[in-house]
Structures are given as structure tokens and as C-alpha cells.
């Protein structure tokens, strides 16, 4: 074991940053010896000083602004745990990057937003740029796509990428509790996001899809192209639907490459087969799937939010630093970005789930859009008002594989009708 100790500076501590503090103290003999050397927390900054969080500081050196960790003589590696894609968060990142400070960072927006210009900025200043915490927190999602399938020709990536909205979905099926109670409960739990509309309407998980999309694919993708979709509009009504046609319901993402390397990516809620493993996938886990050419398909499943397997990740990243086994941060050569195909384009079965008038001729009417765009019913459902509801009922279909345009162009024709009183839920279903 090498005498002198790595010096990590941290900037952020909140649920991440205080979870690594603690994981450093509980299992510091373990994780020197695969480090080779003693691992040692020097420097710290975040918001407010004087908050009780659970941990000893004393005798670290606080900066009140996190960017002076890029710049203190006796910090080897910077831990961006702040968050955000901009503001402090990128400043720091960037600063310590062109001073050829290495950086673990467990920040996804940044990465999705920035990486390909940070990856530069790694490459030309001789520094390291880690970040396995930023998708499926506990889970080795980027060892697994940059270093275990680094032979292979990926054809897919994706899964269920945030734990809040899992953990939503999940309560809301089991106790049939409502959203904001939920995830107030996610919040609490350390899950959630500073700003937590960045989970429930799918800009988190789509930011780790198109991190896991650059690694798998060799370039990254152009994160303004991917379609994203929320979980706010899912209702108790589609949890019974969902229950009855032998679905549940998942945030899923999936980056596909086309025959032709086209891409198609997106994010959003999914029925899945009661059956299909991803279905078990419950509560604050995620699951990453893969489906190599060579080594087919492939489903890794973990926690994806919380301290401790957050934590994990972030100091598996300052491990491989320590051993000398930091990688291009994409894998590979700079390339240029990718666009997304467009929505359009997609193409499935599709559950649509509509509020509607409770006479007769509804049924004909929504037929007749369905006809018109030459989309053909499996199944359809009626349901009883929910209770509280003021007027209405909810009524599901599902569809036949048909292309996603005609569905859009169902919605267009559906807006037109007075029997359908509020705005349609459309659902993909994937066979995963
Ligand atoms: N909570 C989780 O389960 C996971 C979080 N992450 C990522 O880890 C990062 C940190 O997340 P959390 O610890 O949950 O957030 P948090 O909100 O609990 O903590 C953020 C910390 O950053 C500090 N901070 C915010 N703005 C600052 C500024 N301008 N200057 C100095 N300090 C500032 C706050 O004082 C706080 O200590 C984010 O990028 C998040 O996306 C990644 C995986 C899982
Ligand atoms: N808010 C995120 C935290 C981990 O990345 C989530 O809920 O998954
Ligand atoms: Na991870």
C-alpha cells in the first residue's frame, strides 16, 4: 500500500455527499486496501455550515464557494455532488477539469447536457472524468456499457431509470395513495431531486438514458432530440386498467440502433406484461437493460436512488482513480453528437385511456377515430366514475401494432370530440 493518502474534496452534502462521507468512515480498511492507499475527505463545501448532518467535519477545510475546491493545493480528486446542469455544479466541474484535477461527479443533467464538451475539456487537460453514480445510482450501469460490453455492437439500451418515479408508481399500485403524498414520501427518503418535476416529468431518467445511449452507441446524443414524457398524468384508473389487460405500468427508456445506426430514443410510461421480469421491478430499484449482438440481451437490476448505493458508485469511481483505471470518458474518440428519430417515426401496440361522456354513441364515436386512422382494437374497457370525479368515465383501449403517427393523429381527432372531456392517456406497450 502506496504511504500517501488520495485527497478528495467535496462539494455538496446532501443526501450523496454525506452518503459518501459515511461509507469513506464505515468501510475505510476495505477500501484502502483496493485502493492501495488510505482515502481521505480534506476539503468541503456546501450551502450552509453550521447544519447538523450527522457527520464530523472538524479539522476539514470549508470553502463557502465550492469552485475554491478546483483551486486548494491539497485536493487530488474533486466530487461534484451539488447538481443541476449549470450554475455552480458546471463551474466547478469545468474549472478543476482545465486545471487537470480529476473529477467524480454523480451528476446526470450535467453529463447529458454537457458531456461531449467535458470529455473535451478531460482529454486535452489530462484529467479524469468519472461518473457511474449518475445512472441507476447503486447499479454499475456505466462499468457494465463502457467496460463489460466494450467488445460488443449494442443494439439497445435502457430500463427503468428513476427510482422516484418507481417508487411512485409502485405505491400508487399497491395502496392506491395518492401522487403528492408519494412522493413527498420519495423525498424524504433521499430519492427525489432538489426540484422534483425534474423526476415526475421524466427529465432525470432521460438524461440517464442518453448518458447510457453516448456510452453504448460511441457518440453522444443530441439530448434536445429524445422524447420525454412524465409520469403526472397517470391516473388510479390506469393502474386498474393496466391490472385487468395483465400490465403494469413503468417509466421506461429505451436507445435503440436502427439497421441504417439511426436512433431512436425515448422516455416515458410503458405497459409492461405482468410476466416480463422488468414488471418485478418495484419500489426504488431500477433495472438497466442491455442487447449486445454478441451477447444478447441482458438485465441488471438495483437500487437506484438513496445514499448508501449512491454513495457505492461514487467511491467505486475514487477507487479507480486510485488504481490507475480511469478511462475516455466516452469510451471512445470523440465523435459527433446524434440526433433522435422523431416520435413519429415509433411504432407498437399502444394502450390509450380516455374520459368520457356516459351515453350512448361514445363507444361509435371513438371507434370511428380509431377506423379513420386505421388502427384496429385488441381490447376495450369501461369503468365506473371514479369516486370524486365530477363527471365522466374512463374508458381504455388497446391497440393492434400500428405506427405511433396514427396515434397522434387519433389524439388530433379526439380533441375534436365533445364526448371526451379531458386529455387522452397515450401508453406504449413494450415487450422488454
Ligand atoms: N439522491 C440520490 O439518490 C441521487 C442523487 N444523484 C445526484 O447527486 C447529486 C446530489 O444529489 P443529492 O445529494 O440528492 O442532493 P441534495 O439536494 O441532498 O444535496 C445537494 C448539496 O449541494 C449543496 N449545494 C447546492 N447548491 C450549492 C452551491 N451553489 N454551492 C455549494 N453547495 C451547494 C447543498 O447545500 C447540498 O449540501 C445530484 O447531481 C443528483 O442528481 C445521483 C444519484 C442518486
Ligand atoms: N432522483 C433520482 C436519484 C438518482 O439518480 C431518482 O429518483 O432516480
Ligand atoms: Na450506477
Known amino acids: 500500500m502506496s504511504g500517501k493518502p488520495l485527497r478528495l474534496g467535496i462539494a455538496g452534502l446532501g443526501t450523496v455527499g454525506v452518503g459518501v462521507i459515511k461509507l469513506l468512515h464505515e468501510n475505510a480498511q476495505a477500501i484502502a486496501a483496493r485502493a492501495g492507499r488510505s482515502i481521505e475527505v480534506v476539503s468541503v463545501s456546501a450551502r450552509s455550515r453550521n447544519r447538523d448532518r450527522g457527520v464530523d467535519l472538524s479539522g476539514l477545510t470549508w470553502h463557502d464557494d465550492p469552485r475554491a475546491l478546483a483551486e486548494d493545493p491539497n485536493v487530488d480528486v474533486v466530487l461534484e455532488l451539488i447538481g443541476g446542469a449549470e450554475g455552480a455544479a458546471r463551474e466547478l466541474v469545468e474549472a478543476a477539469l482545465l486545471r487537470g484535477r480529476d473529477v467524480v461527479t454523480a451528476n446526470k443533467a450535467l453529463l447529458a447536457l454537457h458531456g461531449a464538451r467535458l470529455a473535451d475539456m478531460a482529454r486535452e487537460n489530462g484529467a479524469s472524468l468519472l461518473f457511474e453514480a449518475s445512472v441507476a445510482g447503486g447499479i454499475p450501469a456505466i462499468k457494465l456499457v463502457r467496460e463489460g460490453l466494450a467488445a460488443d455492437r449494442l443494439l439497445r439500451v435502457g430500463g427503468i431509470l428513476n427510482g422516484t418515479c418507481n417508487y411512485i ?7 392506491g395513495r395518492g401522487f403528492d403524498e408519494i412522493l413527498a414520501e420519495a423525498q424524504a427518503l433521499g430519492y427525489a431531486e432538489a426540484d422534483p418535476s425534474t423526476d415526475v416529468d421524466g427529465w432525470d431518467a432521460a438524461h440517464k438514458l442518453a448518458i447510457l445511449a453516448g456510452l453504448a452507441f460511441g457518440r453522444p446524443v443530441a439530448f434536445n432530440t429524445l422524447h420525454v414524457e412524465g ?4 391516473a388510479a384508473c390506469d393502474q386498474a386498467f393496466a391490472q385487468e389487460f ?3 405500468i413503468k417509466l421506461l427508456g429505451t436507445a435503440r440502433r436502427g439497421e441504417d445506426d439511426a436512433i431512436e430514443a425515448w422516455m416515458r410510461p410503458c405497459m409492461v406484461a405482468q410476466t416480463a421480469p422488468i414488471a418485478a421491478v418495484d419500489g426504488v430499484f431500477n433495472a438497466v437493460i442491455t442487447e449486445g449482438a454478441f451477447s444478447g440481451p441482458m438485465l441488471i437490476e438495483g437500487r437506484g436512488a438513496g445514499a448508501g448505493p449512491t454513495a457505492s458508485a461514487v467511491v467505486a469511481d475514487v477507487i479507480d482513480l486510485s488504481r490507475g483505471t ?13 440526433s433522435c428519430q422523431p416520435r413519429a417515426s415509433l411504432s407498437g401496440e399502444y394502450y390509450l385511456r380516455l374520459l368520457v361522456q356516459d351515453r350512448s354513441g361514445v363507444v361509435a364515436e371513438i371507434a370511428a377515430a380509431l377506423r379513420d386512422a386505421g388502427v384496429s382494437l385488441r381490447a376495450m374497457s369501461q369503468h365506473a366514475a371514479e369516486v370524486g370525479t365530477q363527471s365522466g368515465v374512463p374508458l381504455a383501449v388497446i391497440t393492434h401494432a400500428t405506427q405511433e403517427s396514427a396515434m397522434l393523429s387519433v389524439l388530433t381527432a379526439l380533441e375534436k370530440l365533445d364526448s371526451v372531456l379531458a386529455e387522452p392517456v397515450l401508453m406504449k406497450i413494450e415487450t422488454v
Open 169 to 175: 408508481l409502485t405505491a400508487m399500485r399497491e395502496s
Open 231 to 234: 409520469i403526472r398524468s397517470i
Open 246 to 248: 395483465g400490465y403494469r
Open 326 to 338: 480511469a478511462l475516455p470518458v466516452w469510451g471512445t474518440a470523440p465523435r459527433p453528437e446524434i
